[in-house]
Each structure stands twice: as C-alpha cells, then as structure tokens.
C-alpha cells in the first residue's frame, strides 16, 4: 500500500545498513528533539548516545568558592563568583547598543559592575536597590571598574540563610 507522502521517514531498503548518524538522529526524533537540532547534532559528530553522555563542555564555571569584591583584581580574566547587594541599576542608552549596568558592593568594601548587553532595559528594572545577589562569570577590568559581563546570577531571597 503506497503512503500520502507522510511516510518519507527516511525508510532504509533492505539491502541498505543504517549509517550511525541516521540512526542516531531517528533516536533523537524519537526523543522528541527537534529535527533541526539533531541534524545539527549529527553534522557536529555526534553518533551515540554515549557521545552525547560523554561530552564535556570546552569550559566549566566552578561558582563554589566566593571572593570577596576588594580581593576581585587578584581574579582578572578569571571565573569568579561573588556577593552583593545592589547600590545602583541604570540603562546607559548607546547609539546603536545600550546596556544595563548593575552597581553591587559587598561587605568587605569592594564594588563591581554587571553588565548585560541583552533586554537592557527589562535587566535595569529587574534589580532593586539592597537586593542581594550571587553572581558568577569572568572578572574583568573596563576604564578602570570592575565588572563581571553577562553573568549568571541569583537572587537571595533569605539572604541570612546563605552562609558566607
């Protein structure tokens, strides 16, 4: 019996072996991934599923150990994680680009910008004054202010709770 043209599943004839990538990225329809992203999966040398188990990312941030903000140029260039709370949130309008510059300061007496370049404007109204935030990313030094881009961060909603 012929099909209405929705059995183009890539059928294999009989005398046809599955190539590992097809084969994989049938396992990966039937996962329901997207067939654009297992495509791209495949095209990257994916073929198992134990290469997708096995892969590890080109870096890792490890956001265990605090540092505190005065100590931060000790860490140029690399990931860190800090805590603070917010002093100031304002949208810096650019020509073509505008960003968030988020001001934190901690304990010891330190200070550090975070930068976002997306939603600028949503990210400059997220944070309040006095909340207090982990945030974690790649120390760097801009006209003399540290700052942190695009980290990833958290909000302490208890921050009495979180030990130092």
């Not at 968030?100 to 990210?123: H, K, N, T």
């Amino acid at each position: 019996m012929k099909g209405d043209g929705n059995d183009q599943e890539r059928k294999l004839k009989d005398d046809e072996s599955p190539t590992p990538s097809s084969a994989f990225v049938r396992f990966l329809h039937s996962l329901r991934i997207a067939p654009k992203k297992a495509e791209a999966l495949a095209n990257a040398g994916y073929e198992t599923l134990e290469d997708l188990i096995f892969h590890f990312p080109g870096r890792y941030l490890d956001a265990r150990q605090l540092v505190p903000l005065k100590e931060l140029r000790k860490h140029l260039r690399q990931p860190v994680s800090v805590r603070g709370k917010v002093v100031s949130s304002r949208l810096i309008p650019g020509r073509q680009r505008s960003r968030a510059v988020i001001v934190l300061q901690d304990d010891s007496g330190g200070a550090l910008q975070l930068v976002y370049f997306d939603f600028p404007e949503w990210r400059a109204k997220q944070f309040r004054e006095k909340d207090e935030y982990l945030a974690a990313g790649y120390a760097g030094e801009y006209r003399g202010t540290l700052q942190i881009v695009q980290p990833l961060i958290e909000q302490l909603v208890r921050p009495e709770v979180f030990a130092h």
